[in-house]
């Protein structure tokens, strides 16, 4: 049994504290906010016997054996590291860290104090993507070689909340790791930084658009937003034909279309979106690994690098 | 008054020889085409004296000042050569040549035998463009930086028609200059392809989408096809704002957004999206001009050779 401690009660949390429910292995032990109502609210809706206001408090707490970070950006790296030192195992939610020097960091703690860290990304553990793989591999669209990927969504302006302030919001912090998750999953190599856009307004990019080139001669164009919607999709095409992946970051089904013919792929989750990144924490503690094999830190700093480099090499539109 | 004879009887003569009714300093003396019923219908439907089904009659007589030619593309060279050796000023459907070798080419017969010649991209002649680079000029959206326009549609295969056809058909040749050139219309310089990919399918290309780079930092990503659907729009962003041009290639309104606040602009044309076209090529014969200032033959050049480029550049995709 895993028993959770969760920083930071907001949609991430309740997601995570649902999913938890599903897994025999997982109980939460301890819950922390800065909002009492908050704290006290979240134990009620699932069962959590402690809440604490003290992140120290629970962060020390003997009865924890792996904290759930799902805090604003900003304050990732620094709870990380406080919990590793701590000898915590740490699922943290996306970013790891605000750029790769703060990921670097707590890859150099989490070998030091060889303590297990994580990174939330949830499409490393669907089973979809298992299938997305073996229908690539399989030659399915011939030799893959372009990918689009987005995640563009709405978010109304809102004065405080932690996505519109400058250093830690953002569309490239928040989503970025989305579509470049993708690309990294699906095509061999590490990609360089070709082109990228930022629209930015009030000193936070809302819009990302990036093209990356690979070695051997694959490319992708990646996209996210805060300032506009359209459907969340990927597209992969091959010498032979395509392949298009509704909602691929939590992908359960796909298409493959090939000489004018289409075939439609279907995998379920084992219990939800999730599921597969809360038993791949458990399985990795019961079996003592530091690292997921299908996530590893090595990973999350090559996704930082990107952010930085896209952030970096873009062409801003600031529209005020 | 400019008496024009019409090459070919396809979808697109139908809508000059509408338009061409608008302009009182024009008339359409004799069209050709090798389907009789064809012919006879045209000849009737826009009241037109004189139908033939051999091209060089019609290029060799006397009464014509002008020649339309509105045949498949493959034929467009041959047939320009022909009317510019006989003295007829031709206004050529795009593309003018298949390739940068054919276009400069006629452009070199059109300065030997001083005859005037005009490729028909009909959105450089527009009200609405000449408001467009007045907005830009003003600073409306900041500096321009990065342009997005594309033109697809869907049409359904169809055995026999030219653009399915080796050679002549795809979607660069056929829809490549809408966006390419609306591109050189606002943003100055000449810019290089940077990437490209065409999706093929039976030997032509159904699908296109090409990243552009200017000198000075200026990009636009260019997309069209014959295979997918998709609403025709352009999109240009500035440090400041960003403008949106529904239907560019023959635009009527356009929106600027900047700080928040979005103002739309229209502009008729007058009479229709090809009267400034027909009334180009009037003026320029008026004033005894050899080429237009709007759209010179060193610009088809231009738009031509980046046609090339971006077929060269490509990644492909053959879907089968």
Redesign the interface.
Known sequence: MIRFGILGLGNIAHRFARSAQLNPNVTIEMVASSSQAKGEAFCQKYGIRHYTQDYTQLMDHPAIDAVYIAVPHGRHAVLVEKCLHRHKAVLCEKPLGLNAAEVSHLMQVAASEQVFLMEAVKGYFLPARDQLKEVLKQGAI?TP??LEANFDSVVPYQKGKYLFEKGQGGALLDVGIYPLSFALDMFEGDPVV??S?L?MSQGIDTYFQA?L?FAD?Q?CLLEGSIDRARPRVALI??????LEIPYYYRCQEFTV????QSQKYESSWHGDDMSGEIQEVVSCLQAGLLESRLHPLCQSLKLAQLLDDIRTKA??????
Request: charge should be positive; proline fraction near 0%.
């Open positions: 011939g070689l372009y070709a082109q856009k629209v093209l080139n001669g490319s095409q091959g010498t032979q034909g395509t279309t090939s000489k004018g062409v801003c539109f600031d529209v005020g």
